[in-house]
């Protein structure tokens, strides 16, 4: 699930069932139910920066990231939007509330291009409750997503922007991340305003301390990735490690 997407490509539009298919949430399912529900849903295009919803706004339906990026976001006391989750190709989002039947808790805006699945919650829910294979599924799933999501947004509104802007980084390396000789590729297009909008912070707080970072080789970064080249002092500097210099 490790794409490289420019924000600035025009993706090509997946299937309804290759969605799904690479929907490890949803790998429970049958290929018959698979089916169905591939023919209940529609694919969807989201240009960057797009709202796909907004908090509160109803669970008519979830999404499965077909091809792109969609960042998860919660508005702070400040009136500043911060992100708590990026998902990509093959991930669910907001599927949660739309099997609860409840608002969705969290924004949901397309980081890059993109194309996702449109499942309805009418279709979905039966499916849910008929299947224990797959609420032990979603259950799995699901628990560490939100343990990970809830740990972010502690520390993006509590920690020093330096904290916050490294607990972004891990959190990419996470979810993103692939170890080679030289240290974790980010292999996501994010710009310097995208990782500012995660960390809750200013354009060139981001960028003064990436640079200075770069300086410090922990890491190095070009048009299509990041280059994490010292977890170790990532981690130091998102428990309060390291001099913020902000």
């Not at 924000?7 to 399912?29: G, H, K, M, Q, Y």
């Not at 939100?146 to 607990?167: D, F, K, N, T």
């Not at 981690?235 to 390291?242: H, I």
Request: charged share 20%; glycine share 8%.
């Amino acid at each position: 699930m490790r794409h490289s997407l420019s924000p600035t490509d025009v993706p090509e539009r997946p299937s309804n069932i290759s969605a799904l298919e690479a929907c490890t949430l949803l790998n429970a399912l049958t290929d018959e139910e698979r089916a169905s529900l591939a023919g209940e849903s529609f694919m969807a295009y989201a240009e960057r920066g797009e709202a796909i919803w907004l908090s509160g706004s109803p669970s008519l339906f979830c999404g499965v990231m077909g091809v792109g990026f969609v960042k998860m976001t919660k508005p702070t006391l400040q009136g500043m939007d911060v992100a708590v989750e990026l998902l990509g190709p093959g991930q669910c989002f907001g599927l949660m509330a739309a099997l609860e039947g409840r608002p969705f808790p969290l924004a949901a805006v397309a980081v890059t291009n993109a194309w996702y699945l449109k499942v309805p919650t009418r279709a979905l829910a039966p499916l849910y409750q008929s299947s224990s294979a797959l609420k032990d599924q979603v259950v799995r799933t699901i628990c560490p997503r939100l343990r990970r999501a809830h740990e972010m947004m502690g520390r993006l509104s509590s920690g020093r922007v330096e904290e916050r802007l490294a607990a972004v980084l891990m959190l990419l390396a996470d979810s993103y991340g692939t170890p080679d000789d030289d240290g974790t590729v980010i292999e996501v297009p994010l710009t310097r305003q995208d990782l500012s909008e995660m960390a809750g912070t200013t354009v060139e707080t981001t960028i003064r301390i990436m640079s200075r970072w770069q300086k410090e080789c922990l890491v190095s970064t070009d048009r299509r990735r990041i280059r994490l080249h010292d977890l170790a002092a990532l981690a130091g500097a998102m428990r309060g490690g390291l001099d913020a210099g902000s």
